[in-house]
């Protein structure tokens, strides 16, 4: 004996309905998830590029041609993103406009809202006159951190001296606040005269620096810009052109403000509880009327 099995279709119209009203929802929903995706591509900030805020360069007579010396000062008005991969590109020209010299000079990542100083030198064959830096557009990464969290690395007993007739020495030492080991940091020192004009930079590299660790910096400046050196701006920053070096220090943490143990001994009684614990004096007595 061969058993039928039939099915039938039973339809609930409240079923149908809510099945209906279920499409209609998710279709909505769906329209309101391109609109907010629309919405936050809106939303996506306009990335300046970096400022110079200052430049300058000088030329030399040197065996076989000439030295073109050059340094700047570079803004990120950026307040959330690193300007990374960052080049300048130094052209250099002669008296008839023609171009004698051109030199592409990798920086390093400038942090959010911050400045970078750079310094560099190259040979030309034939004599320029006319020396100009411009900066192909950076690579901008959303910091791990806010703009505060960035703190610069500190820089005390700056010495600046005259060396001979065409140029300058910078001495000074270099501090790491951080709470990790640094592997090495770029120091750049940018001369300017009473003015406040800048006339010429150099720069040098100083190995690992540990927690709270201090190093001894010195930097030779060629040849500056005609003027009397008055004034020497010194900065570091991390080496690379991107950001994770600086980012690496910044999420380990500043050293902690005090690192030695007090020297006093401690009170023989805690005046905080005995206070606390005294009774509430006794209120004035009032004169009956």
């Known amino acids: 004996m061969v058993a039928r099995v039939v099915f039938q279709r ?7 309905r809510g099945v209906r009203l279920f499409v209609v929802g998710a279709t909505t929903a769906s329209f309101l998830l391109v609109g907010c995706s629309s919405e936050e591509a809106v939303k996506k900030p306009v990335m300046q590029p970096l400022a110079v805020v200052d430049q300058a360069s000088s030329i030399v ?10 340094a700047g000062l570079l803004r990120n008005p950026n307040q959330w993103h690193f300007g990374e991969n960052t080049v300048a590109s130094v052209v250099a020209r002669d008296s008839a406009g023609k171009e004698v ?11 959010p809202a911050g400045k970078m100083a ?15 830096i411009e900066f192909k557009p950076s690579n901008w990464r959303e910091a791990a951190r806010i703009t505060s969290a960035f703190k610069p690395f500190p820089i005390s007993n700056v010495f600046t001296q005259k060396l001979g007739t065409q140029g300058y020495q910078v001495i000074g030492q270099v501090g790491n606040p951080y709470s990790l080991a640094v592997s090495g940091l770029a120091v750049t020192s940018l001369l300017r005269d009473s003015a406040g004009k800048l006339l010429g930079g150099g720069t040098t590299y100083v190995d690992r620096v540990g927690p709270g660790g201090r190093r001894t910096f010195v930097i030779t400046v060629d040849s500056p810009a005609a003027g009397a050196v008055r004034k020497t701006d010194v900065t570091a920053r991390t080496w690379g052109s991107t950001r994770s070096a600086y980012e690496e220090l910044v999420l380990a943490g500043l ?5 030695t143990k007090p020297k006093t001994k401690p009170f023989v009684n805690d ?12 209120s004035a007595p009032t004169t009956p009327r």
């Open 271 to 282: 005046r905080a509880r005995e206070s606390a614990a005294a009774p509430a004096p006794a």
């Open 118 to 132: 750079f310094s560099g030198e190259a040979r030309a064959e034939r004599q320029p006159t006319d020396v100009k």
């Open 101 to 111: 010299m051109r030199f592409d000079q990798p920086l390093d990542a400038v942090p």
């Open 10 to 16: 039973i339809v609930f119209p409240s079923y149908e």
């Open 255 to 259: 050293l902690p403000a005090h690192l």
């Open 61 to 70: 007579k040197a065996a076989g041609g000439y030295v073109v010396h050059w």
